[in-house]
């Protein structure tokens, strides 16, 4: 088999190579990455034959791919062989066809078995990844997306998946390496790097129940292993000071610890973990309820030889910030906004603009923002007067960029409201949300980062073509924030899935 190749050799310093490659070739690393290079170039009549020559270095796959043309279509016969002499020797299974969508979904079922996953069970991120993607067999949708997610196949140049078309010798041999690396990526663990003659101290935090939760360790970067010794029960000391630098907390006041030393085996890549909690009182037992704060976490560990480690490989700063203005729960949010927002979402479906600017913000006016994530740069904002002629105004305005090609969204209020308003009935939604994100897709939940002390009311429709089974999701979310006492509209955002 490599003869075949090597009799189109050149032999030539430079290497000289244009192939057209499918996508789902793209991601493809060599077998054997630390192959020595030979100054020898090679001239391929078809861009397969360097998967090809890979899987050779590995395998014996010249009976398969022998004298084949790999434009032709496989047999089933090939690809039981195949997928045996490289992945699975037991393999035994028979594909129902040899369409795209058929042999991506076997090869992506035995990554999953091969790895101890269940294929069916994976979570997934629906979306429309392909345009033709209303057109793969429902049967085998889960594991299409899977592959693609795992870089086991991806679509065509065109970007479509063509999923009824049969699989060609020359995808064959890519989707056979794609498996073996998608394999091998999964099994491997992620050891953490090694950096000879270094420790380092590491945390982070979560404010919970009340609580402030510190997870911190100290991690071993040495190549071999290390012995640390602790002169007393405490291992570590942790300060928090306010932003006037006054102290406010010390894990050890109020403690006693043994005067025994401890002595602790790190292993390279291994680390000592500790948790403390502080229940954000001061000294004085006065509860905080907002303010920025530093917490300093100290370990407290020697060497047995007793060699000075440095102080910044075994201390960490952590910042943090209390707000007392959390958000406001599901239920309560329900209890104080329901009225106004169903006679908000009343006038919005009849395009009644004078109560519409009846509920906008009197002085912040309402944001427009056309895919989930709030812009405070790029949104479209119309303050309280102004919406009364929203229907009426017949100039266009930029309200942001659309998804994918990234280009203006240049619209009349009419044509933005058709199109990401009220796109869809959504005063008769299946499902409201208070202060409660309903739907996620790819793009940033930030709208409780961006509004303050806000009550978001959203409206989701999580199907409406049957046919794509929930890919064609929507919602609508209305903003409220409090002002003299009375709920008042701030944000209109859109939500729907994106590729």
């Avoid at 393999?91 to 129902?96: D, Q, T």
């Avoid at 009340?210 to 602790?230: Q, R």
């Avoid at 009182?281 to 370990?299: D, F, H, P, R, S």
């Avoid at 049957?466 to 924030?481: A, I, N, T």
């Amino acid at each position: 088999m490599k003869n075949k190749f090597i009799r189109n050799a050149i032999l030539t310093v430079a290497v000289s190579l244009m192939i057209a490659v499918p996508v789902f070739a793209q991601n493809i690393m060599p077998i054997d990455r630390d192959a020595e290079i030979v100054p020898i170039s090679y001239k391929f009549n078809h861009w397969a034959e360097i998967y090809i020559e890979q899987l050779s270095a590995n395998f014996d796959v010249e009976e398969i791919f022998k004298d084949k043309n790999l434009d032709d279509y496989i047999t089933v016969e090939d690809f039981k062989n195949a997928v045996k002499l490289t992945i699975d020797k037991d393999y035994e299974n028979a594909p129902k066809s040899l369409s795209r969508e058929t042999i991506i979904y076997e090869f992506t079922k035995i990554w999953a078995e091969k790895v101890g996953k269940n294929l069916d069970n994976m979570p997934i991120i629906k979306m429309l990844i392909y345009p033709d993607t209303n057109e793969i067999d429902i049967n085998y949708l889960n594991g299409i997306y899977v592959a693609y997610m795992y870089d086991i196949a991806k679509g065509r140049e065109s970007g479509l998946f063509d999923p009824k078309t049969d699989v060609t010798y020359g995808e064959l041999v890519v989707l056979i390496n794609n498996t073996i690396n998608a394999i091998e990526k999964e099994l491997t663990p992620d050891i953490p790097p090694i950096v000879e003659g270094k420790y380092e101290t590491r945390g982070n935090y979560e404010i919970k129940d009340g609580k402030v939760i510190f997870n911190f360790e100290l991690m071993s970067h040495y190549a071999e292993t290390t012995e640390l010794m602790f002169g007393s029960g405490q291992q570590f000391e942790l300060t928090i000071t306010d932003e006037d630098g006054e102290e406010v907390y010390r894990f050890s006041d109020g403690k006693s610890f043994t005067l025994a030393l401890l002595y602790k085996t790190l292993n390279p890549g291994e680390s000592l973990k500790w948790q403390d909690e502080w229940n954000m009182t001061n000294k004085e037992g006065e509860k905080l309820t907002t303010g920025n704060y530093k917490a300093q976490i100290k370990v407290l560990a020697i060497t047995e030889e007793d060699n000075e480690i440095p102080d910044e490989q075994l201390n960490t700063v952590i910042e943090f910030a209390i707000n007392k203005d959390s958000i406001i729960k599901s239920e309560v949010a329900k209890e104080i906004i329901e009225k106004t927002a169903d006679e908000l979402i009343n006038a919005i479906k009849n395009k009644d603009a004078k109560i519409i600017s009846d509920y906008v913000h009197p002085v912040k006016g309402v944001r427009f923002t056309p895919y989930t994530t709030v812009s405070v740069e790029n949104d479209f904002v119309i303050n309280k007067e102004d919406m009364i002629d929203f229907f009426k105004d017949e100039n266009s305005y930029v309200w942001g960029y659309y998804d994918g090609s990234g280009e203006e969204i240049n619209l009349t209020p009419n044509q933005y409201y058709e199109k990401f308003i009220y796109s869809e009935d959504f005063i008769n939604a299946l499902e409201v949300g208070y202060n409660k994100v309903l739907s996620s897709g790819n793009m940033i939940e930030n709208q409780f980062e961006v509004y303050e002390n806000a009550i978001v009311v959203e409206y989701h429709i999580p199907e409406i073509n049957p046919e794509y089974e929930g890919l064609d999701w929507q919602s609508l979310r209305l903003v409220f924030e409090e002002y003299d006492g009375n709920w008042k509209l701030v944000g209109i955002i859109h939500n729907q899935w994106t590729i």
